[in-house]
Structure formats: C-alpha cells, structure tokens
C-alpha cells in the first residue's frame, strides 16, 4: 500500500451513504469539492474500482483513499473583516463560502459575526454563500429605511466584478429581464417575461481577454438576490464556474494551457472552484469602499492574462 493510500470498512451505521458523505463521516470535515476533484482524479476507490463522489456504499464495502484525507480538509471560513463603519452603516468584506444569513445547520453566518462586532446592525445588502466582497448594514431602523430607499432611488448602489466566458461585441449594455423563481430549486432564479419581477442589471466591459472577458455589473434599485447570476446568464454569459446557472464547477490549468502536463504523483488542482463573482465596491454619494479581490480571483486572472491575452 502507498505511504498515502488509506483504507476505510464501511459499517453498519454508514450504510446507504454516498461516498462523500462517508469520508466526511469517517476522516472530516473534508471540502465536498476537493473529495469531487479526488474522484475525478481517479484517487477513491471502491471496492476496489474508481468511484464518484455520489456513490452509495453499503456495510462490509472497503473505501481505498490515494492520497492523504488532510489534503481534503475543509477550511473553516473566516469571519467578515470590516471595510468602514461610521454612524450611519458599515461596510464588511464577506469571503466566498462564508453564508450571510444564519443557517438551520448551524455554524458561522456574516451577519452573526457583524451583530458580534457591531451593535445595532441591519442588513441592506446580501450576498449568496459563494459570492465574495462587500455587505452593507444600517445602524437602527431610521438609517436603514433611508439606506434602502437610496439603493432604490439610485443614490447608493454596489458594483460587481465577473469573469465570463465570453466573448462580447457590445462594450456595455442594460439586461431588462423578469426574474422568477425556478421550478426546481429554492434559490435560483430564472427569466419569467410573463410572471416574474421586474428588475434591471447594468453591465460593462472591464478587460477583454481572448475567450473570456471581465464585466462590471450593477443592478439597478438594489437588487435582488442572485439577480446578478441570473441576468448574466440569460444574457448569455454566465459567471465562470456558477454551476447553478449552468457552468462547469471548476476551472483547470489544463483547459487554458494545451501542453499542461501536471506533476508526476499529484493530480491536477483546479484554479478556481467558485463562482466568479465578487461584489467589488460599495458607492454611495462621496463614500466609496472596496473589498480587495480574493486571491483565488486574482489567480484566475493572472493566469487568463498570461494565457489568453487579446493581442
């Protein structure tokens, strides 16, 4: 047996999970994503044969890891860092993974760890668990009711950066479409010209690069909960690595590099396994804030640029 490979009896009380969940089970926390990106890699077998990730085991089935379970260890997300509190709101830097609101499962939420560092917030701006940058918080109920109607008037609005894989014609545009709820899932939405809200997105061209480009997106009146992913999508182009909205989950070297031959022993990690979304700047009036890019956005990006630059 390799010095990496690990063996693991299924018992009784696992029975009927999927391969996943037993790892997690057995050797976790582990990141789902990098248990996926293992099985991929041909690195889970059971029973002696290569197994996906969903794969159901059953008591007695023997699960064979060839690579340490410490390389697939979930990270727990770190809190929010505030960007700029004044009498009126604060502003914090959410990280991608981090869930905003409280969750029936437990564990850290953005908006617990605001109430923790500041008192008396309310929040005004949300972001989805995988999307990154800023959150906005009134202090008490008189500046959240004036914060909300400035996000409505146009007075105060956030800016998004995506990454698509795209090549655009147009250099800016204003995506009009209705959005309702999917049939087939709670949070995502979908266009709906007959019955869904109205709501509008403004986008523009940041960087254009060969095969995909960088947009800066604003919806108009606040916005709405995944409105950016979902306008981006039916206007043709999805944010990189939305899977929800229809994109591949991972984005690999090997896809932009044609001679990518990865190191002997060690499978290929991918470069970013997130949605390439990241709320950049908060503007209202004179006040401008801006949460930095994530690391793994600024890998992405130095890699596109060196790989698939224009001219």
């Known amino acids: 047996m390799d010095e990496h490979e690990q ?15 037993f ?42 890891v060839d690579l340490p379970t410490e390389s697939m ?37 953005a908006i617990a760890a605001l109430k923790e560092q500041v008192t008396g917030v309310r929040p005004v701006h949300r972001l989805d668990k995988q999307t990154s940058g800023v959150v906005v918080a009134a202090l008490g109920s008189t500046n959240e009711r004036a914060l909300i109607e400035d996000f409505r008037a146009g007075r105060a609005h956030v800016e998004y950066l995506a990454v698509v894989r795209s090549t655009l014609r147009e250099t800016e545009g204003l995506i009009d479409v209705p959005l309702g709820k999917h049939k087939r899932s709670d949070s995502k939405l979908a266009a709906d010209p007959d019955h869904g809200d109205a709501c509008m997105t403004r986008w523009s061209v940041e960087e254009a690069l060969r095969g995909f480009t960088v947009v800066r997106v604003v919806p108009q009146g606040g916005g709405r909960s995944h ?25 690999m070297l090997s896809q932009l590099k044609l001679d990518y031959r990865p190191k002997r022993g060690r499978p290929e990690r991918p470069i970013l396994a997130r949605p ?31 790989l698939r630059p224009l001219t």
């Open 73 to 109: 260890a979930r990270t727990p997300p770190r809190a929010p860092s505030l960007l700029h509190q004044d009498d009126v709101l604060v502003v914090a830097d959410k990280p991608s993974g981090l869930a905003f609101g409280e969750s029936r499962h437990g564990g850290l939420s």
């Open 276 to 306: 390439a979304l990241h709320a950049e700047r908060f503007v209202r009036g004179d006040l401008v804030v801006t949460s930095p890019l994530p690391d793994e956005l600024q890998v992405l990006l130095k890699q596109l640029r060196r």
């Open 7 to 21: 063996q693991f009896e299924v018992s009784r009380q696992h029975k009927g999970l999927s391969l996943s969940d």
């Open 23 to 64: 790892l997690d089970a057995v050797a976790g926390p582990l990141d789902r994503k990098l248990v996926v990106s293992a099985a991929r890699s041909r690195q889970l077998l059971l029973n002696g044969e290569p197994a996906g990730a969903g794969a159901t085991v059953m008591p007695g089935d023997l699960v064979e």
């Open 227 to 251: 409105q950016v992913r979902a306008h981006l999508a039916a206007a043709g182009m999805t944010a990189l690595c939305d899977r929800l909205y229809g994109e591949d989950d991972r984005m």
